[in-house]
Structures are given as structure tokens and as C-alpha cells.
């Protein structure tokens, strides 16, 4: 009898001591797993996506801003202009807003830089408005400094933004593992944050700033992006996000794979969701949509809506609101980034308004630019 007594104890000894094993291994395989953070399937971009608002919304710097920089440093972080400026932008149904970050602020000031960040989520979100945040970018001065920012150039399209990284950490590989802990911090801070809707991680990063600066930019610029622009997917990603990652193609011919240069592969076989530009008509923007709908994924037109180019509200958003195309055009309130006036204001001269605004929708003062458009958009988004 006690041997048996004995045999049944040892018996349930080693089937606990399995169990527990086992259980172990099954939560520490499980912990992995969910460290462990892959490309979304098409799959699973389409449930988060049914799951989603028609998104509209805009590229947002506070007019009180010439660049990131002092969109984000505690000199210049401006909460009242921030406030005031999404409160327009929740009168006309937007629920999106595309907001661009700089390392520079993270590495002078890490804890002030999410403190404010939190801040104008807390904006954001009293205002019914979701954001998408844009990590690195290659347009512009590609010698960005902390401090104070220079004064607008007058009359001159967007003559103070710069570029993140700059070309000196860009050509500078030992700065590299600052650009990692710089990305896995940050994304890993708000990495669970519902307030973000997505991370684009690199705003186009093979653009080579044409007239603007294209004499001092390094000639090796795409071949030193390439291999980083992959990095920084990695890096995103290792910090396990809730939130999809993207970066936009945005010039180029996307009809088939063949077409694809090398970078534009990369940005589309990375990304979560399908992000891109498109600052022309109506049938470009819809021969665009075609294309690029072969992965099968969601689609968001990151930047859009040039007048000149013929790229409007007016043409541009029942195309896309037809084919559930997220919509943020470039510019909102006319400030210190003077993108009223358009991209050729670097090689030819203006000293007035131009006659036909490139960019934005509000004067300064909260008027609109042009109330049939402010009251199209209030139609498209349900507001009117």
C-alpha cells in the first residue's frame, strides 16, 4: 500500500514537474513570439483597416513654426497655436494629421522631447484627431542644428525644414547606433499608444532636394539611405508596435514590380500598409491607386494637393473616398513654412501672394483660403 501510495506521489512529482517545464518553455516561447514583430500579412492590414474611420487630414506644423525643430523644442513648443489650429481641423471633419519628428530634439533632450510629445497627443486627441508620426526625412537643408531656427526666407516655399538625420550623421556610420537607440526609444515609448495610428519611418528618402540645396547634398545619398532605410523598418519594428509602419513612394513608375527601383522595392515590400504621394490630377491619382492596389493592402496618400498641378480637394477626394484611400494633404495653416507659394520659389522670385496658393487651406487668422473648398471637405467628411 505505501508503495503504491509512493509510486502515485512520484508519479504526480514528475507530471507536475513536466507540465511546469513545458509551461515554461510555452511562455517563454510565447514572450518571444510576441517580441518578435513581423510584416504585416495582407490579412491582417485589411482587419485593422475595416476596423478604421475614413481617414482625412493634413501634414500639420503649427503656422508658428518654420520646421520641426521648433515645432518640438521647449523654446518654441507652442500649445496655444497647436490647440487653436486642430480645433479648425475638427470643424472640417479631419481625423488624421501627419506630424514629423527630428533626432536632434531626442538626443538634446530626450524626456522634455516625449513630455511634449505627450502633450500634443493630449491636443490631438481632445480633438477627435489620430496621428501619424514621420520618423526620418531626406528633404530639405540637409544641415539641421538645434536652437533657434533661422527666419523664413521671404516668399520662399518651405525655406527653413530640414532634414533628419542630416548629412553629417548620414555619411557618419559611428553614428548609426545613435540612430537605433533613437528609433527603438521612441517608438518603443509610444509603441502601444492608440492616439498614433501609424509610424512612417522614412518621408522620401531618395528625394534629392532638387534646386533647393542639390549643390551641397552628397552625391551618394540614396546608397548611403538604402541599407538605413532598412535598418530603421527593423528598428521600428524590434520595438514591437500596435501601430503599422510605412514609407511612402513618391516618385517614380509603379506599374509592376519591374518598374520598382531598388529603394521603392524595399519601401513597399517593408511596409505594413501602403503609403505614397501624389500631387496631380484626378486620373493620376487614380491610375496611382490602381497600381499600387495589387498588394492588396490599405492604402494612405500621405501628401497631396498642389492647385497648380490640378491636384485639389475637388478632385482628389472623391476618388479616393471611393476606394476607402486615407487622404492628408500638404499644409494647413499659412505660417513660417510659407507653403503657400510653390516649389519653383526657389529659382524664380516672387514678393506677393501668389495668385493661386499652392498649398494650406486657412489664412493665418483661421479664415479659410477658399470657403468652397473648406466647405467641400466638410461635405466629404460628413460635417456639412
Known sequence: MKKNI????????????????????SDAAATEDAATRTIWSSEKANDWYRAQPWYVGAN???????????MWQAATFDTATIDRELALAESIGMNVMRVYLHNLVWQHDEEG?????????????????????????????PFPKA??????????????????????ILKDSTQ?????????????????????????????????????????????????????????????????????????????????????????????EESDVISFHCYDDSATLSKKINQLQRYHKPLFCTEYMARPNGSTFQSSLPVAKANKVAMINWGFVDGKSQTIYPWDSWTKKYTAEPPLWFHDIFRNDGTPYKQEEVDFIKKMTGKL
Open 6 to 25: 509512493i509510486i502515485v506521489l512520484f508519479m504526480a512529482a514528475l507530471g507536475w514537474a513536466c507540465n511546469n517545464s513545458t509551461s515554461n518553455t
Open 60 to 70: 500639420f506644423l503649427p503656422s508658428s513654426a518654420i520646421n520641426q525643430l521648433e
Open 113 to 141: 522631447f516625449y513630455s511634449r510629445v505627450d502633450q500634443f497627443l493630449q491636443i490631438a486627441e481632445k480633438h477627435g484627431i489620430k496621428i501619424l508620426f514621420t520618423i526620418f526625412d531626406s528633404c530639405w537643408d
Open 147 to 168: 536652437g533657434k531656427q533661422r527666419a523664413p526666407q521671404p516668399y520662399v516655399h518651405n525655406s527653413g525644414w530640414v532634414q533628419s538625420p542630416g548629412q553629417e
Open 176 to 268: 548609426y547606433g545613435m540612430m537605433e537607440s533613437y528609433v527603438k526609444a521612441f517608438v518603443g515609448r509610444f509603441a502601444k499608444d492608440d492616439r498614433i495610428i501609424m509610424w512612417d519611418v522614412w518621408n522620401e528618402p531618395d528625394n534629392m532636394t532638387g534646386p533647393s540645396y542639390e549643390k551641397v547634398e552628397t552625391p551618394d545619398k540614396v546608397a548611403l539611405v538604402l541599407p538605413l532605410l532598412k535598418k530603421t523598418f527593423e528598428w521600428a519594428r524590434a520595438a514591437n508596435p500596435s501601430q503599422p509602419l510605412t514609407s511612402g513612394v513618391w516618385a517614380g513608375n509603379w506599374e509592376s514590380d519591374s518598374t520598382l527601383k531598388p529603394l521603392e522595392k524595399l519601401q513597399l
